[in-house]
Every structure is written in structure tokens, then in C-alpha cells.
């Protein structure tokens, strides 16, 4: 449980994160700076996977479709900040991602087809719609340009992790979840890299030039949002089960929204804040239908989208 919530925290955090830097850094530097402390991180398991013969190239291959749909998502993902749109509503708007991922698992694997002849399905995703709905528009001042176009951002870094959920599971069917990660996040890196070196201010230097506990702020933003988020997460669905650790995570966006309100000032109105309940509810609908079918996948299976033999079986000797 205690890893749970760490991930809970290091997800919930990452939104914040982004929004210190934002006074300090231009949003490509602080991409740039995260996405390679991340990868610096994970590239000696990278290193043991090669030495161990673990990372054929089709593992290369693979990750390649998951890794471009991650890049562009994290680019949207933090233009929204820079945009004047702040972490709470961020983070109650993003949840909108669980309806890309569904549409596209529909067209692409005939086993979640079977979901679209049950009602309670399509009314949790007109919940989920209508929730993030309200958190834009149940506001008090009006967004302004800069932020109309963090609502679109958001938007479309919604349908970007989507297709990433997607596209991994499509693709990284026949690797392990940490390889299949460590990976993604060096192409993703590299990915990010590119813009910072091309686009940023100094082409990413001016990180150079923070004060030590803001580069201190920076590493632990690389570390809990990124690197070990994610290690986290499938240590929690091993050892407490997907429905669980799914559930839980489900908190994200209050914790973000209340943290948010405590260092930033951010101010939700009552509105907003029913209407991201009521997406959250949603999402809790669709994981609800879903569970039966998750309780049956390991870990792994969930992340890379295959079938598996129950956690139970598989792991019957590990006690």
C-alpha cells in the first residue's frame, strides 16, 4: 500500500512541478531537463537488458509508435501550465484521456468490443465528458486567449496518452513492462531533447542558471513524476491487484487540485469541483465494468495489453 501511494503522490506532484518552473524555464527546457534525468535513471537497466540480451531489436522497433505518442503528449501536457491553465483544473481535465484510450481500443482489439453493447459503458464515458465539461466552463472569470488555447492543449494531450496507452499495448505485447519502459523513456528523452537543443532559450543552458534547490526541485520532479512513477505503479498492481491500485489512483486529481489550492492559490469553484468529481465518478464507473476482466491480467499484461494467466497461478509460489 505504501507504494501506492507513492504514486499516487509522484503523479499527483508532477502537474505541480511543472508549474514552479514556470516563472524559471521555457517549457522546452523543462521538458528536456525531466525527460533526461528520467533516462539517465533508467539507462543501466537499459545497459543490463543489452549485456543480458534482453532488448532484441524488435523491442527498439516496438517502442518507437508508444514513444511519439508520449513526446507530443508531454509537450501538450506542459503547455497547459504555461498556457495560464493551473494543476487542478489540469489534472481534472486530463481525465478526459480514459475516453481516446477506450475509442481506441474499439477499433483495435476485438475483445474490449463486447463493451460497446453494454449501456452502463457509454453512460460512465458521457459522465466523464460531461464532468470535464463543467470544469471548463463552470468557472467564474473567463479563460482569456492564452487560456482557451491551455484547454486545448489539454485536450489534445488527453487523446495523446490515450493513443500511448494504446499504441503499448498494440506494441510491446511480447516485452516486460520495466524493459518495455526503460526503453520508451530513452526515446523519449531523445525526443524531447531535440525541441529543448532547437527551441529553447539558450538551447536548454538557462537550467544552468537556477539556484541549487530549484536543481534540486528539478531532479525530484524527473524522479517521483517519471522514473519511479511508473516502477511504483506495477509494483502496487502485483501486489494489491489492478482493480485496487486503479481505484485509488482515481484520487489524482483531488490531491493535485487541493495541493494546488495550498501552494498556488488556485481557486476552484463549487461547480468546478462537482463537475470534476462527477469525471472522476465516471472513470470509477468504467473501471467498475472493466474490473472482471482486469483481475485476470498481471501487471505486465496490462501494460504491454496482452491476456494472461491470473496473477495467482502465475505467481502460486511467492508468498
Same mark, same amino acid.
Given at each position: ?6 504514486t =499516487? ?6 502537474p505541480l512541478?511543472l508549474? $514552479? ?12 531537463? +525531466?525527460?533526461a ?5 533508467w539507462? &543501466? ?20 509508435? &508508444?514513444?511519439? *505518442?508520449?513526446v ?8 497547459v !501550465? $504555461? ?16 475516453v *481516446?484510450a477506450?475509442?481506441?481500443? *474499439?477499433?483495435? %482489439? ?12 457509454w ?18 472569470? &473567463?479563460?482569456?486567449?492564452a ?7 489539454g485536450?489534445?494531450?488527453?487523446a ?10 498494440r506494441c ?7 524493459t ?7 526515446y ?6 531535440v525541441?529543448? !537543443? ?5 538551447g536548454?543552458?538557462?537550467? !544552468? ?9 528539478? %531532479?525530484?520532479?524527473?524522479?517521483a513524476?517519471?522514473?519511479l512513477?511508473h516502477?511504483?505503479?506495477y509494483?502496487?498492481?502485483? +501486489? ?8 485509488? =489512483?482515481l484520487?489524482q486529481? *483531488? ?8 501552494? $498556488? ?9 462537482v463537475?470534476?468529481a462527477?469525471s472522476?465518478l465516471?472513470a470509477? !464507473? ?6 472482471p ?5 498481471d ?19 511467492? +508468498?
Open positions: 500500500m505504501a507504494l501506492l501511494f507513492l =499516487l503522490a509522484g503523479w499527483s506532484s508532477s512541478f508549474k $514552479y518552473f514556470v516563472s524559471s524555464i521555457d517549457v522546452w527546457t523543462s521538458n528536456g531537463w +525531466r525527460y534525468i528520467s533516462a539517465l535513471i539507462l &543501466p537497466a537499459v545497459i543490463v537488458a543489452l549485456r543480458n540480451r534482453e532488448t532484441p531489436s524488435a523491442l527498439w522497433r516496438a517502442a518507437l509508435w &508508444p514513444s511519439v *505518442f508520449n507530443a503528449g508531454q509537450i501538450c501536457f506542459a503547455w !501550465l $504555461y498556457l495560464n491553465i493551473d494543476p487542478g483544473l489540469m489534472a481534472f481535465l486530463l481525465r478526459l484521456h480514459i *481516446f477506450t475509442t481506441g481500443a *474499439f477499433l483495435l %482489439f476485438p475483445d474490449e468490443r463486447r463493451l460497446m453493447g453494454e449501456p452502463a459503458y453512460v460512465g464515458m458521457l459522465i466523464v465528458v460531461a464532468g470535464v465539461v463543467g470544469t471548463i466552463f463552470l468557472r467564474h472569470e &473567463p479563460l482569456g486567449r487560456g482557451e488555447w491551455g484547454i486545448a492543449a485536450l489534445v494531450a488527453g495523446l496518452f490515450g493513443c500511448y496507452a494504446v499504441a503499448v499495448r510491446m505485447s511480447s516485452f516486460s513492462s520495466v518495455s519502459f526503460a526503453v520508451i523513456s530513452l523519449s528523452a531523445i525526443g524531447l531533447l525541441p529543448m !537543443l532547437l527551441l529553447a532559450r539558450g536548454g543552458v538557462e537550467a !544552468l542558471r537556477l539556484l541549487p534547490f530549484e536543481m534540486v526541485m528539478l %531532479f525530484v520532479s524527473a524522479l513524476g517519471i522514473a512513477g516502477v511504483f505503479y509494483a502496487s498492481m502485483a +501486489r494489491l491487484g489492478v482493480a485496487v491500485a486503479s481505484g485509488v =489512483l484520487l486529481p *483531488f490531491v493535485t487540485a487541493c495541493a494546488s489550492a495550498l501552494i $498556488y492559490g488556485e481557486r476552484l469553484t463549487a461547480a468546478q469541483w463537475s470534476g462527477v472522476v465516471g470509477a !464507473l468504467l473501471l467498475r465494468i472493466q474490473a476482466r482486469l483481475s485476470n491480467r501487471p505486465d499484461a496490462l501494460h504491454c495489453g496482452r491476456l494472461a494467466e491470473p496473477v495467482r497461478e502465475r505467481h502460486a509460489d511467492v +508468498r
